[in-house]
């Protein structure tokens, strides 16, 4: 009871002061004392009540900063409750948003020792100077960089969460412009180029050209040709640091270095390099520098000898090129996509060329971005879709039977990154081929085609076809050897419920009692989902008879 009472009594100090009018600081002050004495208390929710109501005073709070200063970083980083930590860390980034010298204090004299040494230095550390740093003035903001750059690389390669986690904190000091001193950024450059591509995860890779590309922005623009000659330096002596000069090379406006020379250095690794990641990122190189290029055609030269007798070594760069093209509308794109729809009768490149139009459709963070100066026109989207749907609609009844699967894959993949109202423009051909594809055997097919209809429910485009959908839906939940495919089909027979009520209601009795079967599937996950669809079927039954 005692403890309640000391809670309650600080959230009403709390919600007085934040409900005030008037001379609200002078209360503030007022207050200070005896919320800092039961921020120290020994009860972690009178504790916790006393850091949100001290977190309320932060504007009034810097006279008393040297005191709660130290206990409010000891229980940021070394209190067993997670509540408590998260509290502190709040509470401290408060305190510094209305104080600058206190941001600088914070950081210069109590995050020093924990930053300087990398064995010593915690996520909840990097969580507290994540809050703040944004906020600093340039030369605490660089000084925070400098810290963190030597702490990245003397990080042990197996911590891919540390890592990760200095990499997030590096990007946030960067969130806002600031003006870099040519030996930071040296630094940082070259801690990136000393990284083996095959150590780091998929997720510091993403963090590491994030940052790249935010520098390269915000860097003097005089500066960048020696970032750019740098970078190629470092990709001839060692191999295997291509995420960090692809990140600075496709950051680059169009005009710093010499289209040619980054085509013949890059175009060969395309096919050649034994990496399968940087033949990627050097397919994703030349489709920057082609997008970006004003001189296109002198370009394209030996690439476009490449269409006519492709390869599957040959194919990636097919496909970025094609990319590269389609967005920038380029006469050359209707050519390239033509090919690329003839080559899925090719036995040998069907698959991965029906794959690839996800490659050309979705967009990349560390390729063609918006952030990263790319020529991108207008709804190329869809015209892409208007180019291609047509002739893949008719070769789904006339190709061969074993390379069907990949046309339906490709129709998907085009289907999926385009806007819905593209779509409705071949309502009655699109809504035919889907219902056709949910009688394929192949699951990657299936889940993709349950996907689109499930992310389809307001456009309209199922109404004409609810008669058909619905029991091969119920096939699916119950019967298809796939987990993921009867929660889809489950999602599926639950967004249909939504439609105009006149149209199920042929159905409804008939869909509560077949999902009967999915209560007891052996998984855990569709019983579950079959229990939610089920009972939204129920609930629309119940709500038509009762009107």
């Known amino acids: 009871m005692y403890i309640l009472t000391k809670c309650v009594y600080l959230d009403m100090i709390r919600d007085l002061l934040s409900s005030s009018v008037g001379n609200v600081y002078s209360h503030k002050v007022s207050a200070l004392d005896t919320v800092i004495e039961h921020m120290r208390h020994s009860e972690e929710a009178v504790c916790e009540s006393a850091l949100r109501c001290l977190a309320e005073l932060a504007d009034a709070a810097g006279s008393k900063l040297h005191e709660v200063r130290q206990p409010l970083l000891d229980m ?19 305190l510094c948003k209305h104080n600058e010298e206190a941001r600088d204090e914070v950081i210069y004299k109590a995050l020093h020792s924990r930053l300087v040494e990398v064995h010593t230095l915690e996520l909840s550390t990097l969580n507290i100077l994540d809050a703040i740093v944004a906020q600093c003035s340039s030369d605490v903001r660089l000084y925070v960089l400098t810290q963190l750059l030597i702490s990245f690389e003397q990080c042990p390669p197996d911590n891919a969460v540390l890592k990760d986690g200095i990499l997030s904190s590096i990007l946030c000091a960067l969130s806002s412009p ?37 520098i390269v922005n915000f860097t003097d623009k005089s500066y960048l040709p020696s970032i750019a000659e740098s970078s190629l330096t470092a990709l001839n002596t060692l191999p295997y640091t291509v995420t960090a000069v692809q990140s600075v090379l496709c ?25 399968p990641l940087m033949r990627l990122s050097a397919c994703k190189i030349c489709a920057s520098v082609i997008n970006k290029s004003a001189k296109t055609e002198n370009l394209l030269k030996d690439i476009l000898s490449v269409f006519d007798s492709p390869t599957a070594n040959t194919l990636p760069l097919c496909l970025w090129t094609t990319k590269a093209l389609v967005l920038r509308n380029h006469h050359l794109s209707q050519g390239c996509v033509s090919k690329l729809v003839s080559w899925l009768r090719n036995p040998m490149l069907s ?75 071949e309502k009655q051909k699109l809504m035919t081929l889907l219902v056709k594809l949910l009688q394929s055997e192949d699951i990657e ?47 599926c027979l639950a967004t249909m419920s939504k439609l105009t009520t006149l149209l199920i209601v042929p159905h409804m009795n008939s869909v509560i009692k077949k999902l009967l079967p999915a209560l007891d599937d052996k998984k855990r996950l569709v019983r579950k989902e079959a229990v939610k669809t089920r009972n939204i079927w129920c609930m629309v039954r119940d709500g038509h008879e009762s009107h």
């Open 76 to 94: 940021a980083t070394n209190s067993e409750s997670t509540a408590l930590r998260n509290t502190s860390s709040l509470c401290l980034a408060a």
């Open 351 to 425: 698959a991965d060329v029906a794959r690839g139009f996800e490659v050309i459709l979705k967009d990349y963070r560390d390729v063609l971005s918006s952030k990263q100066h790319p020529n991108i026109r207008l709804m190329y989207k869809q015209r892409l879709f208007m180019l291609v749907f047509p002739v893949l609609h008719e070769m789904s009844s006339s190709i061969e039977q074993e390379l069907v699967a990949n046309v339906h894959i490709a129709v998907t993949n085009l289907i999926k990154y385009i806007p819905k109202q593209v779509a409705s423009t």
């Open 178 to 214: 600031l003006q870099l001193d040519s030996s930071i950024l040296t630094s940082f450059m070259q801690t990136c180029f000393k990284i083996k591509l095959p150590e780091i995860a998929d997720s510091t890779r993403m963090l590491m050209s994030d940052i790249i590309m935010q």
């Open 445 to 491: 097919v299936l889940q993709q085609t349950l996907q689109l209809i499930d992310a389809d429910s307001d456009s309209g485009l199922l109404e004409q076809h609810v008669d058909t959908l619905l029991p091969i839906l119920i096939k699916l939940s119950i019967c298809s050897s796939s987990m993921q495919v009867r929660i889809s089909s489950l999602k």
């Open 251 to 275: 950051s680059l406006p169009h005009g710093v270095l010499d289209d040619t020379q980054l085509l013949d250095v890059f175009q060969p690794l395309t096919s050649q390099s034994p990496s």
